[in-house]
């Protein structure tokens, strides 16, 4: 659709188009459906496939009534901006596409990343939008209270030959149309001072310093916060990556399971078949996977449960294992007991000779000093 010329007439390839549009949203429809957790919401390719389709609904829309209107390309804006939805949309399918590197391992966490910095550009661009907003109306108001000052009466108008020309010569609106496109163009360092120039001294002083300091918010501040962000970002991304990938494979491996096995556009037939054969003789899927579940519920009642019982009745008996602080308190009694029976050995030797040996001194004194200090 993008290399063939305009037609009022529907072509062979829009109704192809169409044909593959209605099984694309038969599948994104069953994917939703099927989605007992909302796993469709968690991945971030599914919001492209979704304003796909949104767009591809405005193009039927407008194609019904551009062939109803009739005519010919001439000058037939509808047609046009039918068209143009149609290279936006030719832009979202060959994006959609790229979702294929995510299964590999190296290509697939930047994908991610690319996605979570998608996230902080959109906070960005929507504290861009004030901050332009802002100026532009400051600058609109700067340029209509000049031209205010230098029109003349209605009654001078006739004599007066220079007429008030400038930036805003064509009406607020559009000035405040200008000075939006002005501001926005010089972030992008497209800057052009000679436009801005007023008829007035005072008003180009007030202009040119508006227009600095949304310099240095835009292009200083908010571009430089824009690139922390998503350093930032790719930072965490590239710290759990292969965390952040498996998880991305699971989800993906958790939507396309409940998936119908025939692609897009062929599942225009198959999935009435499909659900024609489900309500006549039942799902036969749904009926071995119950079966699974009995069979499993039944290996663990009576192998694996059974089994681990014994195992851990044969090493701990009756009664749970210790905790760690059981373990030291435990430790901390024996060496209590075994403290008070040094003790006591070294009451009973009194002052007999005792041969020197690791654990005794000599000294029952020292002795009982050195093994109190050592617990």
Same mark, same amino acid.
Request: a neutral charge; charged letters at 20%; glycine letters at 4%.
């Given at each position: 659709?993008?290399? *063939?010329? $305009?037609?009022?007439?529907?072509?062979?390839?829009?109704?192809? #188009?169409?044909?593959?549009?209605?099984?694309?949203?038969?599948?994104?429809?069953?994917?939703?459906?099927?989605?007992?957790?909302?796993?469709?919401?968690? +991945?971030?390719? +599914?919001?492209?496939?979704?304003?796909?389709?949104?767009?591809?609904?405005?193009?039927?829309?407008?194609?019904?009534? $551009? /062939?109803? *209107?009739?005519?010919?390309?001439?000058?037939?804006?509808?047609?046009?901006?039918?068209?143009?939805?149609?290279?936006?949309?030719?832009?979202?399918? /060959?994006?959609?596409?790229?979702?294929?590197?995510?299964?590999?391992?190296?290509?697939?966490?930047?994908? *991610?990343?690319?996605?979570?910095?998608?996230?902080?550009?959109?906070?960005?661009?929507?504290?861009?939008?004030?901050?332009?907003?802002?100026?532009?109306?400051?600058?609109?108001?700067?340029?209509?209270?000049?031209?205010?000052?230098?029109?003349?009466?209605?009654?001078?108008?006739?004599?007066?030959?220079?007429?008030?020309?400038?930036?805003?010569?064509?009406?607020?609106?559009?000035?405040?149309?200008?000075?939006?496109?002005?501001?926005? @163009?010089?972030?992008?360092?497209?800057?052009?001072?000679?436009?801005?120039?007023?008829?007035?001294?005072?008003?180009?002083?007030? /202009?040119?310093?508006?227009?600095?300091?949304?310099?240095?918010?835009?292009? #200083?501040?908010?571009? +430089?916060?824009?690139?922390?962000?998503?350093?930032?970002?790719?930072?965490?991304? =590239?710290?759990?990556?292969? /965390?952040? @990938?498996?998880?991305?494979?699971?989800?993906?491996?958790? =939507?396309?399971?409940?998936?119908?096995?025939?692609?897009?556009?062929?599942?225009?037939?198959?999935?009435?078949?499909?659900?024609?054969?489900?309500?006549?003789?039942?799902?036969?899927? =749904?009926?071995?996977?119950?079966?699974?579940?009995?069979?499993?519920?039944?290996?663990?009642?009576? =192998? *694996?449960?059974?089994?681990i019982t014994k195992r851990y009745k044969e090493k701990y008996g009756d009664s749970f294992p210790m905790s760690v602080e059981?373990?030291?308190?435990?430790?901390?009694? +024996?060496?209590?007991? #075994?403290?008070?029976?040094?003790?006591?050995?070294?009451?009973?030797?009194?002052?007999?000779?005792?041969?020197?040996?690791?654990?005794?001194?000599?000294?029952?004194?020292?002795?009982?000093?050195?093994?109190?200090?050592?617990?």
């Open positions: 659709m993008c290399v *063939l010329d $305009s037609s009022v007439e529907p072509k062979i390839e829009e109704y192809l #188009i169409l044909i593959f549009y209605i099984g694309f949203l038969m599948s994104e429809l069953q994917q939703y459906l099927t989605s007992e957790s909302r796993v469709y919401l968690r +991945n971030m390719w +599914n919001y492209v496939d979704v304003m796909t389709l949104s767009l591809h609904a405005v193009i039927l829309i407008l194609r019904v009534v $551009s /062939v109803i *209107l009739g005519g010919d390309p001439y000058h037939n804006r509808l047609l046009e901006i039918t068209y143009y939805i149609y290279g936006v949309n030719t832009l979202l399918l /060959v994006l959609r596409f790229s979702s294929i590197l995510e299964a590999n391992k190296t290509v697939g966490p930047f994908q *991610l990343a690319l996605f979570r910095m998608c996230v902080d550009l959109f906070i960005i661009l929507v504290q861009f939008g004030f901050v332009i907003v802002a100026f532009s109306m400051a600058i609109t108001m700067v340029y209509t209270a000049e031209l205010s000052y230098v029109t003349p009466p209605p009654g001078e108008r006739q004599s007066n030959t220079n007429r008030a020309k400038g930036f805003c010569q064509n009406g607020t609106y559009a000035c405040l149309y200008k000075a939006s496109t002005h501001l926005i @163009w010089s972030v992008f360092g497209l800057t052009d001072l000679e436009k801005m120039e007023s008829q007035e001294q005072l008003s180009s002083t007030v /202009v040119g310093v508006l227009y600095v300091l949304f310099l240095i918010i835009s292009v #200083i501040m908010l571009v +430089n916060m824009l690139v922390a962000l998503l350093t930032n970002t790719y930072d965490k991304v =590239e710290t759990n990556a292969d /965390v952040e @990938w498996k998880f991305s494979r699971a989800v993906v491996a958790e =939507e396309y399971r409940r998936c119908h096995p025939i692609i897009v556009p062929f599942n225009i037939l198959t999935v009435p078949i499909a659900r024609w054969y489900i309500r006549r003789y039942g799902d036969m899927r =749904e009926r071995r996977a119950q079966r699974r579940r009995e069979a499993y519920q039944t290996f663990y009642d009576k =192998e *694996l449960f059974p089994e059981g373990k030291v308190d435990f430790l901390q009694k +024996n060496f209590r007991e #075994i403290l008070k029976k040094l003790d006591r050995i070294l009451e009973s030797h009194g002052n007999q000779e005792v041969d020197a040996r690791p654990l005794h001194s000599g000294n029952k004194s020292a002795d009982r000093t050195f093994y109190h200090s050592a617990i």
